[in-house]
């Protein structure tokens, strides 16, 4: 394959690409090339990067639930084996699990992959890669795809072994619920310790329905009214993406329809997770992180949560004056937050969360992995003792402000040098939002604002897009009509700039 070609297929610190016809106007870019070469190149990178010899790697493969991701495994499988790799193959699985195998005594791989494309169509695939440091970088995928570059397909002889990583997965995450529910006093541990709670799971025709077979039912729970648990590449209900309308409101349905005390949602490769109360109300966004907070709170106090630069000064509120916490507002972006927060631990600065408002977190006690059972576990156990407190798991964020206002506007920019016209136009709305007195708070992405007088209350915040010609502005009002205002404010800002439309 041509350079240029498979460069295209870079997406941050993952390889994404269309996997299969089905849409018009895509042409297929991951190829059985493209991933068998791909692999090879894997392979040889990480035997510079372990020290070891090629053929003495294990390296583990597993999937999600879409409909090209067998025959990307064999292609990857056929790569890895081309260069004497030893191959495990995990079958179905998540991508937490796929890092877990190198974690677990039972596996303890070199590196793994974990063939996803996380909430995109079903034409979509792609690759994400691990190793003992946990996912690759966006330099590491740069530099696998450059030794891509020239090389053709192969395949070795030798089968793959299979192994139930799943199950190895689930049963960690059993052992970690029953360790965190607090038993009643003079009681024993139980081993059913979640029964008598309703708890509904949609797992989006994704790779998540084990989260209900092999955790909550082991343990005790009523699951009656959980939905598309049964894998289908072809998402046939609705995009397995917590922050996705229609997914939210399918969730949010089943828990009214069976009165359950908790709901869970997952997206396609169970990295993310959002959440739903007994009365229908959502737990996502800056409420996700506000949960998960509150809930490390006690065991880590005054500490620093990482967030991406789109949550809310309701959310800074709430982590500072509420629980007593740090905010420390980052980039977009998740392996940027999980980063910065490996960064901030290694410094001496205690930080034991890093979250996104898309549901991506990631504990310091979890490998900095992103993993949304293992958030959905924290929320489950929180959920039990809470119970056996006689409280709701929403006493946990009743002090967090409700979400009244907001809004998202993507500004196209319509030049060729969109990344320097980008800057430019930043350059300046600062300088005239300085000029005019306005407040901004330290911003690691971007220009923020926020608005704290009469007229108008809330933020916003523009940024550039990670890799489009976009420019997107967020918007927070606290009282209704204040979305209109500082919008108003925003485009006064902007004036001038012709290269840009909405």
């Known amino acids: 394959m041509e350079r240029k070609e498979l460069m295209k297929l870079q997406n941050g610190s993952d390889i994404r690409g269309v996997a299969c016809e089905g849409i ?45 991701g067998e025959s990307l495994a064999k292609s990857v499988m056929g790569g890895l084996s081309s260069c004497g790799v030893k191959i495990v193959d995990c079958g179905m699985a998540t991508t937490p699990a796929m890092f877990m195998s190198i974690v677990f005594k039972e596996t303890e791989f070199d590196g793994s992959i974990m063939i996803t494309a996380s ?20 330099d590491d995928i740069t530099a696998i795809l450059e030794g891509a570059v020239g090389l053709s397909e192969k395949s070795g002889s030798e089968e793959a072994k299979t192994f139930d990583l799943i199950s190895l997965y689930a049963n960690h995450l059993v052992k970690t619920i029953r360790s965190g529910i607090k038993p009643n006093v003079g009681q024993s541990q139980n081993e059913k ?32 009214g959980s939905q598309f648990l049964e894998p289908d590449g ?24 069976n009165k359950a005390d908790l709901g869970l949602i997952f997206d396609t490769d169970v990295d993310r997770m959002s959440a739903v109360l007994p009365d ?24 620093t949560i990482i967030t991406d630069s789109v949550t809310s000064d309701r959310l800074t509120r709430f982590l500072e004056k509420d629980l007593g916490l740090k905010h420390h507002c980052f980039k977009r972006g998740y392996k940027n937050v999980i980063n910065e927060c490996k960064r901030l631990n290694a410094e001496g600065t205690v930080s034991p969360l890093a979250m996104e408002t898309s549901g991506h977190g990631a504990l310091k006690d979890n490998f900095y ?46 030049c060729d040098d969109f990344a320097s016209y980008g800057d430019k136009v930043l350059s300046e709305f600062k300088a005239r939002a300085e000029k005019s007195g306005m407040i901004l708070p330290k911003s ?3 220009v923020r604002i926020s608005f704290q007088d009469e007229d108008k209350k809330g933020w916003l915040l523009l940024r550039k897009s990670l890799h489009d010609p976009v420019m997107p502005l967020n918007i927070e009002g606290e009282r209704k009509g204040d979305c209109e205002k500082i919008l108003k404010t925003a485009e006064e800002l902007l004036q001038g700039f012709d290269k840009l439309s909405k």
């Open 444 to 446: 690691y992405e971007g």
């Open 24 to 68: 018009e106007g895509e042409s297929v870019t991951l190829t059985p090339l493209a991933s068998n070469i791909i692999a090879q190149s894997f392979a040889s990178w990480l035997s510079k990067k372990t020290g070891k010899a090629v053929d003495s790697l294990v390296v583990g493969v597993g999937r999600d639930s879409r409909i090209t």
């Open 193 to 224: 310790p979640l029964s008598g709670l309703k708890i509904v799971v949609d797992a989006g025709n994704g790779a998540g329905g084990f989260f209900v077979s092999k955790i909550l039912n082991e343990l005790g729970a009523d699951t009656n």
């Open 234 to 257: 072809m998402f046939p209900n609705h995009i397995p993406n917590p922050e996705n309308a229609k997914a939210m409101e399918a969730i949010q349905s089943a828990v009214l329809k």
């Open 369 to 414: 992995l992103d993993d949304g059972a293992f958030l959905a576990v924290k929320i489950v156990i929180a959920l039990a003792n809470a119970k056996a407190q006689g409280k709701a798991l929403s006493h946990l964020i009743e002090n967090l402000d409700p979400l009244v206002e907001a809004q998202e506007i993507r500004y196209k920019i319509n």
């Open 119 to 138: 909430h995109l169509p079903f034409n979509r695939n792609g690759l994400k890669f691990f190793d003992k440091d946990g996912g690759l970088e966006h």
């Open 280 to 303: 229908g109300t959502e737990v996502n966004r800056d409420a996700i992180i506000a949960l998960v907070a509150a809930i490390l709170a006690p065991e880590y106090p005054g500490s």
